[in-house]
């Protein structure tokens, strides 16, 4: 094993490859699909070699990913800031396939659904995406919500002690600098994505209590 996450684990099987399995029963051909989708559209994503029922086996990337790189250097903030910015930026110039099941409104944009500095790779090769599980069709500002609330409501596990004190200026550092380069409003879109976020079995009850917080502020603003 080299990584786990909430709901899958990710281990090392030779040969340049990667096989993370969920940890409860789930189909993960969709994932597959849509990752060479993206890949055909010139997208940085990880090669997909086989998929199977809860088991993907892919590309093995080599590097850090984004949020651990903020917690080492936290002077990069701008620069990853800009880099997540454009990673959606892209991503949302490209249309879902045909018949691609729809969120949090319509659209047709990809909308990747947690794309924030965890699921980004930072290898030779540039950054690559990984984790493509709750991808859906929909519009753009509504995944740039989504981004906005992990970062902004998530409890970071991976930022070193001796950081966590400045965590809120940090924070806000990223985000000022992330909407400012980002393409789409999230903010029409704030109030729903984050009760829809609510509904996420993997949320924790600080993370609700949070979510419900901004939803409330949002809907206030939009009186």
Known sequence: MIGTGRS????????????????????????????????????????VYD?????????????RDMLADLGRKPWHIPQHARTLADLHNRLHAISAPLGWPEALGPGNAVLHLDLH??????????????????ARAG????????????????DIDLIPLGLRPAIRLLRAALFRVFLASVDDDPMPHLARVARARLTDRNT????AARLRKVAERADRAAI
Request: proline share 7%.
């Open 51 to 63: 998929a199977d029922r809860r088991d993907l086996i892919m590309e093995r990337l080599t590097g």
């Open 139 to 154: 519009a753009a500002g509504a995944d740039v919500a989504m981004a906005y609330l992990i970062m902004a409501t998530s």
């Open 204 to 207: 924790r009850p600080a993370e």
């Open 117 to 134: 500095p965890g699921n980004v790779m930072l290898t030779s090769r540039g950054p690559v995406v990984i984790d493509w599980t709750n």
């Open 8 to 47: 899958a684990d990710v281990y090392d099987i030779g040969s340049g490859r990667v096989l993370r399995r969920f940890r409860v029963p789930i189909d993960v051909q969709a994932e597959a699909q849509m990752m060479r989708h993206l890949a055909a559209a010139g997208y940085p994503v990880p090669e």
